[in-house]
């Protein structure tokens, strides 16, 4: 029962909002409890809902027919629980609909949500040069003992100044910690003894790891993928030359300076003639620099070579090796 600006900024994930207020109605009756009185804020805010009744009626009754059989109920909360929610409440209850209120609203939930993260988390990464599949890898791990969190999956963004080519719109940072709280949640609702996550830097585009879990991601050991440097430039050129030229060209603009004037131009003319493995060549020292910086902060790495083996035959082979414990 959030205001849409409320709602796109974070919420529970999978919710649907049906705001009682819009964002300028919500300002405008914030503004009357502050400066006027409480009396006068709900006086106001029956003012714009009521003639709303009949819509909301109809979005109730929408929202509860999609449900299961015996299951026609509602879960609702607002910010803190309060008038919004309970309000909504009583109009969903004398058509007869069962409802929950979460108590504390969305405020209570996103202390939860922050909580998630200073739980003890057996973590284990996957690290290793790009173009070494690891998000493929991970995906692809089916082992009862493995729960898998596809970081990159969930910010929609591969870590680099390319990350989001090719990928849906990224959400805000506090709906990538919500989701990525539901995760967690899933772990410990499962049987799996390790979670298994991608080595990656603290942002993933705008979205930024809570530092309680970054923190321990850094203790975390790690699986080094190594594959040899042909098979990992294949393997970007498929991923990468499906985007457009200019989509390319600026990414690699915003790391012109990192890339030195020599490498970006060499960068920028292989991809306006289309020759994917001079672009590929071209930046990938300095992917690579970047990804042995980060690496050396790491004590406890297990290296395995899996040079031309089939995601099947590399995860096979993982799992045959003496890992180190968590």
């Not at 870590?159 to 990525?180: D, H, W, Y």
Request: glycine content about 6%; proline content about 3%.
């Amino acid at each position: 029962m959030r205001s849409p600006s409320e709602y796109s900024k974070g919420h529970w994930p999978d919710a649907i909002n049906i705001p009682l207020f819009t964002d300028n109605e919500r300002e405008q009756i914030g503004k009357s409890y502050k400066k006027e009185s409480r009396l006068k804020a709900i006086l106001n805010g029956l003012k714009v809902t009521l003639p709303k009744t009949t819509k909301l009626l109809e979005r109730i009754i929408q929202t509860t027919m999609r449900q299961e059989e015996g299951n026609k109920s509602l879960r609702i909360y607002c910010w803190r629980g309060g008038m919004r929610s309970n309000a909504f409440a009583w109009l969903a209850r004398t058509i007869g609909i069962k409802t929950y209120l979460l108590k504390g609203g969305y405020k209570s939930y996103r202390k939860w949500v922050l909580k998630q993260f200073e739980t003890d988390l057996p973590l284990r990464l996957i690290g290793g040069k790009t173009g070494t599949r690891k998000t493929d890898l991970l995906n692809y791990i089916n082992n009862e003992n493995i729960y898998v969190i596809d970081l990159e999956g969930i910010a929609n963004h591969r870590g680099s100044s390319f990350g989001s080519l090719g990928m849906k719109r990224q959400p805000t940072s506090q709906q990538f910690e919500n989701i990525l709280a539901e995760s967690v949640e899933k772990f410990h609702e499962s049987n799996s003894i390790e979670i298994w996550l991608e080595a990656e830097s603290s942002n993933l585009g705008k979205c930024r790891i809570p530092n309680s879990l970054y923190n321990k991601m850094k203790k975390a050991p790690v699986i080094e993928i190594i594959k040899n440097k042909n098979e990992r430039i294949d393997y970007l050129v498929n991923v990468y030359s499906q985007n457009s030229q200019n989509k390319l060209k600026d990414a690699v603009e915003r790391i012109s300076k990192r890339l030195g004037p020599q490498r970006t131009k060499e960068a920028l003319v292989a991809i306006e003639k289309k020759e994917w493995s001079k672009a590929c060549k071209a930046m990938l020292d300095y992917y690579d620099r970047c990804y042995e910086y980060e690496l050396n902060k790491s004590k406890n790495i297990n290296s395995i070579d899996l040079s031309g083996l089939s995601l099947k035959l590399s995860l096979i082979k993982i799992l045959n090796e003496k890992l180190d414990p968590l």
